[in-house]
């Protein structure tokens, strides 16, 4: 028969295939480190750390017909707080430094207005002018609160709404729903909120 090898070939090439066979699977293990109790162990996938839990969404404060922000039920008690305390200076007119030599005024400035609302809330003593705000508590942005501060401004945003000198609405009040830009200051948040 043409191209049929002779029996004695194919008999050699039979126990080759086998030995390499056999190396591949004796090989890799013996790479592996070996038990105390003698059998083979094989790495084992460090476990995936846990996903951390998303934090919730925040619901957000509303301005009312009166230029005033209503917080949502959810919101925690040093936010009522400040919220309350901003709504009462909220229509105040704007004087520059007010707020500053005393807390309690007829007028305020940007940062006079941010110490008092602070304030109310238990989060700040006395007040302080934008260049302190830029330093004041934790940097980031907060769940609750957050303090926009540069050498020339600050302003609040608290549960969503901004508490800005800048830009006041048509109700003459602090409080606005519209964002501004950030670009240029410092943001900052009392812990924990």
């Known amino acids: 028969m043409r191209g049929a090898e002779p029996r004695g070939r ?13 190396l591949l699977v004796v090989v890799p293990a013996r790479a592996h480190a070996q038990s105390p109790t003698g059998g083979v162990e094989f790495p084992v996938a460090p476990p995936t ?3 951390p839990p998303t934090p919730p969404a925040v ?18 008690a040093p936010v009522v707080a400040l919220i309350a305390a901003a709504n009462r200076i909220a229509k105040l007119p704007y004087r520059y430094g007010g707020g500053h030599r005393r807390l309690v005024d007829t007028a305020y400035d940007c940062s006079g207005s941010v110490s008092f609302a602070l304030n ?17 508590g934790r940097a980031g942005r907060g769940t609750w609160v ?18 800005d000198t800048s830009g006041a609405t048509r ?23």
């Open 120 to 136: 109310g809330a238990g989060l700040l003593a006395a007040p302080l002018d934008s260049t302190g705000l830029s330093r004041w």
């Open 171 to 193: 109700a003459g009040s602090r409080w606005q729903a519209a964002p501004r830009s950030s670009k240029g200051f410092r943001v900052r948040h009392p812990q924990g909120l």
């Open 10 to 22: 194919m008999s050699r090439r039979l126990p080759v295939a086998l030995l390499a066979a056999a």
């Open 59 to 76: 619901a957000g404060a509303t301005v009312g017909q009166d230029g005033l922000a209503v917080a949502p039920a959810v919101a925690p």
């Open 49 to 51: 750390p846990p996903t």
């Open 146 to 163: 957050s303090v926009y501060a540069n050498r020339g401004h600050a302003y609040l945003v608290v549960a969503g709404l901004r508490f």
